[in-house]
């Protein structure tokens, strides 16, 4: 760390002569991105470990506390502080170089980042030492230490100084440059802003008005059936906050990196804006095997729940023409010359295309999940931790890999380590990752559930799962190898002595670029409005609904 | 209102789009609609910290002596079940084969959820609520019935059984 230290103090030296809104976009973007990547390399062997515990494999590593302590930091870091300190880190970048504008309040900025930082080293404390053991879904009416609740809505609360700086920042550039077009690099960024605002109420309403008080004693009794309620209004949208970066990289960075142009910049806002109102109102699909919400309700969620699909289909035919277009600039002939045109030896044009596939993947996996009625088949098997770490752990973080690329030398002007590298970590990732979760898939559909630490079960069906139980081990150490590629890769870039040429942010060109856009693709107000009023549809009534139908309160148990 | 620009191939994908969408909504629809297929969502409390007990809410129906398989006054099969660190109990259960079964659950202390492989028997058990579930099985033989939430450390070895017969094998 000390190397990055001296760094970011060589850039404030070096960058005298540069304006202050750049120093500062590149300064914020570092630290929240190597905290980011701390916790990604922290968490990563820990999945690891899991897989070789959980196999029964290796009679010395069996600890039912070791592995629940290890599963609960593995998703804390994993899902909360490596993708939020990630997702900030790339808006305050973007914000100073796509708006050119100062940002409004710097000490605010790093308040939001201070607070969230300290509230990861506080929640680290109980979870590390086995007294936070209850998963980063943190059912009631299970508790761990109230440090652990503590320190993870301060992490929400800094994260929510970072979505109001992307707020403001896009206002005060509306109000500065009147009729003009929000960039849709920042017309993106700051939709996930707003949609991260929304989707954390939820479990910032059960931490704050249901755990925490009982796990300080100043309440006695909690619903678990509101709590589940209010968590699955946080849970599904909360991995759209994760993969916006993503989709917004593919849209606003690829293109340029692969040597072409965007095939539709309006489409994208379309995009961007649908993602954002089918994201926090169809939560109940995570909740079809529950008792405590009646059926139409969740039938009311499907549709919102398969209306997520269009936005994801219309990436996929931009991106994919996009690349088209790159490829056939560069001198591609026929129906499917351009492929090999591609510039593939760009991390971030691979990275697209490998997030892509996984996507495509995943994404029918999926409608499983989504189906009123299948879900049954799968509900909570080891199905589930297989597709979301195919959507998250595979589409979006290949795509953070991408974006550290791409982003690293223009921060720190020293060239990137080895592309060679970065290439093959991008693929080792991507091929670890399908050896890990094809099996993971196919052990959920032979039923195994998810979260065991062990398989005791004498039956027949327990002996069909052991060869899955290999193949995953040997993809979780291709993964494990990868991302400390990546690392290397990166702290190698901060020694490099070779510097970077190419110091320039700029961002992709559609192929008609737009003078105007409708104001509904320009704004977020109204969205916000119908955010509002889709979630009193769906949201109002089955949290209501607990204030009168009598349930008997649950005490607190340890796990 | 400003109209955008739109590719006319990418006009013929949107169609498909939703093409696509409706289809997976009338599908659902048509099962949910005309063959009842629901998940388990009775919104039905029970007061689990008396859940043994005669009295109160649930009128003793999870108490110790009223679990396990019976035929309700319709004919109907029903199993009542209650999960607790770390079984369900009854913990061995016979049923038979393709006959509809209605199953209820309730939780004596935390969160639960109850799966048995290569059926549609799923359901989460919230303590406070009683989950219910009408399904029939489709496959003859002994199969663990597996918690599917954590709910401790020794999650892994909350199951139980249900073993299931041909019809005609099947008495109460």
Redo the contacts between chains.
Sequence with gaps: MAAIESDVSAIIQSNAQESEHISTAKKLGLWNMWVAFTAFIIALPMGLYQVAERSDLFPALESAQVYYASISTHGVLMAYVFSTFFIMGFGYHTAGYSLQQKLWSTKFAWSGFIIALFGVVLAAIPLLTGNASVMYTFYPPEVGHPIFYIGATLLIVGSWFWSVDMIVAMTQWKKANPGKVVPLVMFGVTINALLWLWTSAGVAAEVVFQIIPVTLGLTETFDPGLARTLFSWTLHAIVYFWLFPAYIVMYSIMPKEAGGKLFSDEMGRVAFVMLFIFSVPIGFHHLYMDPQQAAGWKLLHMFGTFMVAVPTLITGFTILATLEISGRLRGGKGLLGWVSRIKWDNPVVLGTALAMLMLTVGGWGGVINASYSMNSLIHNTQWVPGHFHLIYGGTTVIMYFAVAYWLWPKIIGRALYSNKMALIQLWSWFFGMWITTAPWHILGLLGQPRRVNTLPYDTAIAALWDPYEMVMLAGSLLLTVSGFLFIINLVMTHLNTRKQDDMSVTYAVAVHQPMHVPKLLNSLSFWNWAMLCYMIISYGYPIIQFAFIGTPQSTPWSY | ???????P??RK??FV?AV??LL??VV??Y??LNKS??????????????LHLNDG?GGGEFAETNLGVKRDKNGQLRVTMVAARYSFYPQEIVLPLGESITFRFASF???H?L????S?????????????VTTEFTREG???I????????????M?GKIKIVAKEKFKL
């Design positions: 209102m400003m109209a955008i620009h739109i590719h191939l990418e994908w949107l789009i696509i969408i997976t909504w659902q629809l099962y949910a297929t629901h998940p388990p969502s009775n919104v039905e409390v029970i007061d689990s910290v008396r809410i202390d935390v969160l959820g799966h048995v492989p290569f549609n028997l799923n359901s989460m058990v919230v303590p406070g609520y009683i989950s219910e002994e199969f663990p597996l918690c599917n939430e954590y709910c401790g450390t020794a999650h892994a070895f199951y």
